[in-house]
């Protein structure tokens, strides 16, 4: 389920959070409807990464998947509790990798 | 920054221009154009960013006394995307400026900071800052924000900053004065965020913690989020999305037409008149035919869909405003993507099948440059309202008295389009647009009620474009195509003058009905000679021999000769060449068309392979002039105009070839 990440891949989303923070990671593609996250890393090429991070889905972004699906619906919660959603291509989303509390 | 005094700018040092120019910045979706068009209300035109298909709406704010460039939409200005390259370019004053065509930065920036999601707009607060401009801040969306029990105060943030923050709600018009006086009190930012990219994130969210205060009531925010997830789930659902998404198309296009069918008559009654007072008015002569005829007529026929393309922009941009096109854009992606094209292109697409006007200039909607693009080549492949005569003739003497079989005909004409249209898109991205397709990654806005005045002045700018575009191009062209039909005059045939003669001669009591015949008939016999004679129908004649292996004569040559400007020519063209009459829906006509024959005398004129070619040739084939002139303004050069016609030209000339050689191989020759 969890495939390993190179270096490199890493390295395309800079700023990850501690894993101690997260207790299980998945796909972003493999929360249920509502469950929530927090995003760990991703493996997107670069630019991918770039343009997501602007949007707010970022290393250490609180998530919640509002649809399940292709493309899914993704709620980037703010620092103030506000969310914004992002409508994202099961290619994309299934490849940022997110930390869930069981 | 003082407006409205030159000599004290801030920036360039040295250079003295006449107006000062503000640059206004923003995410999507933050209300940045609704508080461009508060600004600068109906003082603004719409152009490109120099050498790029970006728009470019530049303005004058502060009673004209400096100007506004309202930059594209960017989630970032650090970004490998064109729209973040725009905005780098225009910062840092590297080419020519929209405004003026100098090589100068702008003397100061205006961001628009959404106050509900702060953290991520600081961002590009904290890039723009570092470009070293005089700034000032708009936040808008403050009483979204309040709404959710969120805070934020503009007075600490301009204390943290350094520079003007002021609140204000463009759809309401408050504060947006304040907005437009500060900005002559722009000033370079104290606070800059220190790092990399991940240095001004951290900047971001550290600013917008001490600048806002959290909801106290969290229950309240996730009951709404609750409550948009059940929409979006409707909305963006296979199946629930594809039918709300076709009761809503249905709905917007069956407003555009009925509701314009009413202006479009106003517009042809006041250019019919407008050409019966030239008629009157000026003495006899090439002078008065070219006016009534080819001006007034020719921008006429242009004009008349002016009401369409208002209507589609008025109800597209209320439509984009509530936050639906969005979702329609992420439910179409996955259909479109196969082929190239983005969710966004299915607007622009479906607009088409109206008319390729205005559904090539709303592909402005469609974000990435080469689907944008794309989208513009392929539009015109969508069955238009025009080739909808041409349909109706083939099919109705392909079938007669078979409307079924006619109906299924003509469905496939429709779908001939849309499949030669997406086929094209996927072989103009995988050669000369290729690229990579930007995979769908869009904001889906909080759903909110359209603003009024912004569709309205959308609606404004897009219908000033296109009467720019009649009025130059579309003028010239309709003149030089007139001409050609038109000229040069040539004495009667021998055989109308021969009628004529004769009804002279019936001048007693009973014999008016008689007389009046005999002079119809001689009026036909006149029409038919004087463009078979034109410069139109020599052309016609002369480059035959090309249509010949589509099954076309000298006189359907002459129609497609003469339809080049307007595909619905070729029905008016055919029965007047052939009938004399100027009504295609004159009584008989039809029978006349279908009874028609060759030079041979026994070949008919529309054999079933000719009708069969004919169609796909409609179908396919780049026969209208305004789309091309469109297309080369919307894409950025006549070359893509140039490639568009060869295209599709090429393509309708070789499945009309294929068409008619199968239908002549299973017995439609005669």
């Known amino acids: ?102 | 920054m003082t407006l409205g005094a030159p000599e004290q700018r801030l920036g360039q040092a040295g250079q003295v221009a006449a107006r000062p120019v503000v640059a206004l910045l923003g995410h999507p979706n933050t209300g940045k154009t609704t508080l461009f068009n508060r600004l600068t209300g109906l003082r603004h035109k719409t152009s490109n960013f120099p050498g790029t298909t970006q728009e470019a709406r530049i303005g004058s704010i502060g009673a004209g006394r400096a100007d506004l460039i309202d930059m594209p939409g960017v989630y970032g200005l650090e970004l490998d995307l064109p729209e973040s390259a725009v905005c780098r370019r225009v910062l840092a004053g590297d080419g020519p400026s929209p405004v003026d065509g100098a090589s100068r930065a702008p003397d100061a920036v205006c961001v628009v900071l959404d106050s509900t999601h702060l953290a991520r707009n600081l961002t590009l607060v904290g890039e723009a800052s570092r470009r070293r401009l005089p700034m000032v801040v708009a936040l808008t969306m403050g009483d979204v924000a309040r709404a959710s029990g969120i805070e934020v105060d503009p007075a600490r943030l301009e204390a943290e900053l350094g520079c003007p923050v002021v609140a204000c709600n463009a759809r309401t018009g408050e504060g947006v004065d304040r907005v437009a006086e500060s900005i002559a009190r722009a000033r370079i930012p104290v606070n800059t965020p220190p790092g990399d990219q991940a240095g001004v994130t951290r900047w971001a969210d550290q600013l917008a913690r001490r600048v806002a205060l959290a909801p106290a009531d969290s229950e309240k925010l996730l009951r709404a989020e609750r409550r948009t997830d059940r929409i979006d789930r409707v909305l963006t659902h296979p199946v629930l999305g594809a039918v709300v998404f076709v009761l809503v198309m249905t709905g917007l296009f069956g407003v555009v037409f009925s509701l314009a069918q009413w202006p479009m008559e106003a517009v042809d009654w006041l250019f019919a008149s407008l050409g019966g007072l030239a008629q009157r008015v000026l003495p006899e002569g090439p002078v008065r035919e070219l006016v009534s005829q080819g001006v007034v007529g020719g921008v006429g026929a242009t004009v008349i869909f002016l009401p369409q393309i208002c209507l589609l922009f008025f109800l597209i941009s209320l439509l984009e405003d509530t936050g639906y096109l969005a979702r329609a854009a992420l439910l179409m992606d996955r259909v479109l993507r196969p082929f190239g094209l983005a969710g966004h292109s299915f607007v622009p697409l479906l607009s088409s099948h109206a008319c390729a006007l205005p559904g090539i200039m709303s592909a402005r909607g469609v974000p990435d440059p080469k689907e944008r693009l794309a989208t513009i080549l392929v539009a015109p492949f969508m069955t238009c309202s025009a080739r909808i005569p041409v349909y109706v003739l083939a099919t109705t003497l392909l079938f007669k008295d078979r409307p079924w079989t006619a109906a299924l005909a003509f469905v496939g004409c429709y779908a001939l389009g849309i499949a030669a249209g997406v086929l094209s898109a996927l072989l103009v991205r995988r050669t000369i647009l290729r690229g990579k397709s930007r995979p769908m990654a869009i904001e889906l806005p909080t759903f909110k009620a359209p603003s009024l005045r912004t569709a309205l002045i959308t609606t404004l700018d897009r219908g000033l474009v296109f009467l720019r575009q009649a009025g130059t191009n579309i003028l010239a062209i309709c003149v030089i195509l007139w001409w050609l039909g038109a000229f040069p005059h040539t004495a009667p045939p021998p055989g109308a003058t021969a009628l004529r003669e004769q009804a002279s001669a019936l001048v007693a009591p009973g014999q008016e009905e008689a007389r009046a015949a005999l002079e119809t008939e001689a009026e036909h016999l006149e029409r038919a000679h004087a463009q078979a004679q034109s410069f139109a129908g020599i052309i016609g004649r002369a480059i035959q021999p090309v249509f010949e292996p589509l099954g076309f004569d000298w006189r359907l040559t002459i129609g497609v000769v003469t339809s080049f400007a307007a595909r619905e020519v070729f029905v008016s063209t055919m029965t007047v060449v052939v009938a004399g009459e100027e009504d295609p829906e004159a009584e008989g006509v039809l029978d006349q068309l279908a009874r028609a024959t060759r030079d041979d005398g026994k070949t008919p004129l529309f054999t079933p392979a000719a009708c069969w070619s004919l169609l796909v040739f409609y179908v396919l084939a780049m026969q209208c002039l305004p789309t091309l002139a469109v297309t080369a303004r919307e894409a950025g050069g006549a070359r893509w105009a140039f490639l568009q016609f060869a295209w599709m030209s090429a393509v309708a000339y070789l499945f009309a070839f294929i068409a008619y050689r199968v239908a002549l191989a299973i017995g439609g020759g005669a």
Request: charged share 25%; glycine share 10%.
């Open chain 1, 1 to 102: 389920m969890n495939q390993p990440e190179t270096p490199a891949r890493r390295d395309a989303h800079e700023g990850c959070c501690p894993p101690e923070v997260a207790t299980r990671r998945v796909r972003l593609t493999q929360l249920r409807d509502g469950q929530t996250g927090k995003v760990l890393t991703s493996q997107l090429d670069p630019q991918d990464a770039q343009v997501l991070s602007a949007m707010g889905l970022r290393a250490d972004a609180e998530v919640r998947l509002c649809r399940t699906g292709q493309p899914c619906i993704v709620a980037v919660v703010g620092v103030h509790g506000l969310c914004c959603r992002i409508g994202l291509a099961g290619s994309l989303a299934e490849r940022v990798v997110v930390g869930v509390n069981d």
